[in-house]
């Protein structure tokens, strides 16, 4: 099972692409940043994150998108523009058939540290250590798409009507 | 020149196509709605939004994208998942080349009504007028895309940098 995990932004866009078939042992395949011209109008930087995103799907077949939740306000316009990036960014999952999960940060955070509270720091230190990497995925936008998938491999989640669907076997268990 | 104007909204986006190539005498094309499932997911609402847009650019090929701003805040989440919609409007427009326009509520007002704090039937009144029809165009929803639209050929514009760099012919005049 291969997770793409984003970490929406206009400027630069983090994502990460982490593998999980056996659990407990994810692997990190691939991460980096969409970085946009700021020069550009917002129009066309949608495009260029719509384009990088479909082009990271394309390359990599990912079935499943991580995507942090926005729903928090500090700044109301700030926010407003990120559901801009989003939209597009679940746009392009949608159309190539990922089905999409979404974490506030509290809960990519909960389930990278085991602490919704945890800061920056022990994020990018647990997922060093999950990962079984030498350093920190750098740059911060990069780490913050990997803990997005991270998250979906690791938090706790009840069985999906699909698994349940699934006639069981005796002994076998539901979920993954 | 054809100008679609678009009022942005997850449940139903608002269209409306107005031509404008003589001056003062705008005529209506076409309007209408696309309404999504309110069961299906976000992301699958969004394609759906995405996929209106693009028919109905394809089928009239407009040039002109004119959107409502909507940079205000009664209810921040409902604001941030519109952020979501008008992303996926924008990006749809920037593909097929629009040049893409927007204006906040109280411009769109100010330029049919000319009182940026007019109400909705002082709107519709106008829009009638404006555009020689029988009846306001329905649902609401159309009728705001309508005057999206109809904001972009009435409201006062400075010369944009592609006009004014075009060679002058002596006796010809920068803008419309």
Do not use: W
């Amino acid at each position: 099972m291969l997770v793409l995990g984003i970490d929406p932004g206009t400027a630069i866009t983090g994502y990460g692409l982490v593998r999980g078939d056996r659990p407990g042992a994810p692997t990190l395949v691939e991460c980096g940043v969409i970085r946009t011209h700021a020069r550009e109008p917002l129009a066309s930087r949608l495009a260029e994150i719509y384009d990088g995103i479909c082009q990271i799907i394309s390359e990599h077949r990912p079935t499943i998108l991580s995507i942090e939740d926005v729903f928090y306000s500090r700044n109301v316009r700030t926010t407003v523009v990120l559901g801009h990036a989003r939209g597009v960014i679940m746009l392009a999952a949608q159309q190539h058939g990922l089905a999409i999960h979404e974490y506030p940060p509290a809960a990519i955070k909960k389930a990278v540290v085991g602490n919704g509270a945890a800061t920056k720091e022990q994020v990018q230190f647990m997922l060093t250590r999950l990962l079984r990497l030498k350093s920190v995925p750098s740059p911060s936008d990069a780490s913050d798409g990997v803990a997005a998938a991270l998250t979906y491999l690791l938090a706790p989640r009840l069985p999906t009507i699909a698994s349940l669907s699934r006639p069981l076997q005796p002994g076998s268990q539901v979920g993954r």
